[in-house]
């Protein structure tokens, strides 16, 4: 029976993939896979499985959602056990919705693998905790993006990113310096703590600053793919405090 099974792969890291990620990913016979970090890593879960690239990075050549859905579902009708290998997790920003559902129209049985996020990546690397005792018990996954655009009519991003205590802006780096400017002027304190993380899990850049260094300076050139951090929880008076208290709960212990 035509079976697809949408599977997140993580931010990078195979070792990141769960083990029912693992698992399903070696009955494959057809993996459709995004642009991940570490494919040939990956490979290794189905070595004699079809691997067909069918990422989108933003700037570089991409392959448009209709064409993926399409191709999800002629290789499921061949009778194939076709996996779609999505990075992160496919829920967030993963457009999972228009592939489960071109699998529903074509009567095709789906199930869905959740995989972590890169926000949950970069904030282990980091060592930093997004919601935080005091400081932060909001967590914001925002795009300022509206499809391939960034609109200047379109605030919905910028509201929420005001109201959210910790914010987290996926693909949002081309366009770091008028966001840091926007998110000052709609009233985020200059101050506030920021975080560029680049290829989280995997070697790659990690830059702090605070918001106002970001609206005014440039980033520099990061290959990978980068999210852009901020919130009190990353200040560094904030760590320092909690190392504090580790220190005194061992202390005490
Ligand atoms: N479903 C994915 C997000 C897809 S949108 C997830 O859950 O992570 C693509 C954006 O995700 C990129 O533009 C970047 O902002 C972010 N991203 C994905 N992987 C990343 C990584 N390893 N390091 C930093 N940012 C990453």
Not at 38 to 62: I, N, T
Not at 209 to 226: H, I, K, W, Y
Request: glycine share 8%.
């Amino acid at each position: 029976m035509s079976r697809v099974t949408l599977i997140g792969a993580g931010p990078g890291d195979p070792e990141l993939l769960t083990r029912k990620a693992w698992r399903l990913l070696s009955l494959a016979d057809v993996v459709l896979h995004d642009a991940l970090l570490d494919v040939e890593g990956m490979k290794e879960a189905a070595p004699h499985a079809q691997w067909v690239y069918v990422g989108k990075r933003l700037g570089r050549l991409s392959v448009e959602q209709e064409f993926i859905c399409r191709l999800i579902v002629s290789y499921a009708k061949q009778g194939l056990n076709v996996v779609r290998l999505k990075g992160g997790d496919p829920s967030i920003f993963g457009r999972m919705a228009e592939e489960i559902a071109a699998c529903q129209a074509a009567q095709i049985t789906v199930e869905v693998v959740p995989g972590i996020t890169s926000a949950c990546a970069a904030a282990a690397q980091l060592q930093t905790s997004l919601t935080l005792r005091g400081v932060s018990r909001s967590v914001a996954f925002v795009t300022p993006r509206v499809g391939k655009r960034l609109t200047d009519t379109d605030t919905e991003w910028l509201a929420v990113s005001l109201a959210a205590n910790t914010v987290v802006l996926y693909m949002a780096s081309a366009q770091s310096q008028t966001l840091g400017q926007q998110l000052i002027a709609g009233g985020k304190s200059s101050d506030t703590p920021v975080c560029v993380v680049e290829n989280a899990s995997l070697e790659g850049a990690c830059l702090h600053m605070t918001l106002r260094e970001l609206a005014d300076n440039a980033l520099p050139d990061l290959p990978g793919p980068v999210l852009l951090m901020l919130g009190e929880a990353f200040s560094r008076a904030n760590q320092t405090h909690l190392e504090e208290r580790a220190q005194l709960c061992a202390i005490g212990s």
